[in-house]
């Protein structure tokens, strides 16, 4: 049986000599694997810069309930990204992007509302010429209303801390390890409160960018199954701090 499908490219590994195993998060399946062979000979029968981090493709599938690894039986762009691919800065974040896609939505059910989330998000992210440097910060608030533990934002009140087991804002004065301080908490609040075309108008310094952004992975890692280390994330910091 065969399904066709949008997608966008999350995460690729070499299989064998030519082979890879990509992981591809459609709108209709959720997050799929696919065996895809040959993709690495001289004449592939897939290009595979089509198996790039974030690249959004329209895919022919077979559907097959006995194996957990899908087959391809066509491949192509639906959107071809002008800027994400060679500007360095938003490359660098599209690969941290998908590293929280691949660790955060294994085994996915059907979610079409975050995949138009995303797609939508990351064609509005390709075309901004600047002010985007805070564009992975909003990503993951949202992202999180998707995943089921989004933050109480009707818990803040100016002044309050964050408390990451929680998801709540709390009154200050309360410390540790699970709570941020008050200006991470505002400055999460306010990316709660933004859309796609207003958050670059939330101003932060490099070390409010490092300090929110560390907060996030650390509530990512409270509350999905498994704790989660995201080796791009040192790259992405070097990316900014020049």
């Known amino acids: 049986m065969l399904e066709k499908t949008q997608g966008i490219v999350v995460h690729s590994f070499p299989y064998s000599n030519s082979s890879i195993i ?3 998060f459609t709108r ?12 690495r000979k001289a004449k592939p029968r897939f290009s595979i810069s089509l ?18 690894l899908r ?20 490359s660098s974040v599209a690969l941290f992007i998908s590293e929280i896609l691949y660790r955060s939505l294994h085994d996915s059910d059907c ?3 975050l995949f138009d989330f995303t797609m939508r998000s990351l064609s509005c992210f390709d075309l901004l ?14 992202l999180m209303r998707y995943l089921g533990f989004y933050p109480n934002a009707d818990s803040y009140s100016p002044g309050f801390v964050f408390n990451l087991i929680s998801g709540s804002y709390h009154a200050a004065g309360l410390s540790g390890p699970y709570y941020s301080n008050s200006e991470t908490a505002s400055l999460l609040y306010r990316f709660q ?5 207003n958050f670059t108008s939330i101003q932060m310094t490099a070390l409010q960018k490092s ?19 995201i080796r791009s994330y040192e790259v992405l910091q070097e990316v900014f701090e020049k």
Not at 78 to 87: A, G, L, T
Not at 129 to 142: K, M, P
């Open 129 to 142: 010429t600047d002010s985007y440097s805070s564009f992975h910060h909003f990503f993951l608030v949202r």
């Open 111 to 113: 979610q079409k509302d």
């Open 51 to 68: 198996f790039q981090p974030l690249t959004p493709v329209e895919l022919v599938m077979y559907i097959k309930q006995t194996t957990s």
């Open 193 to 197: 409160q933004s859309e796609i075309d």
């Open 22 to 24: 990509a992981y591809i």
């Open 28 to 39: 209709n399946y959720g997050m799929q694997a696919f065996l895809v062979n040959g993709v």
């Open 211 to 229: 300090t929110l952004l560390q907060t996030l992975i650390d509530y990512y890692s409270y509350h999905l199954p498994n704790p989660i280390h």
């Open 71 to 90: 087959r391809l039986k066509e491949i192509q762009y639906s959107e071809i990204f002008k800027d994400i691919p060679s500007n360095p800065v938003k």
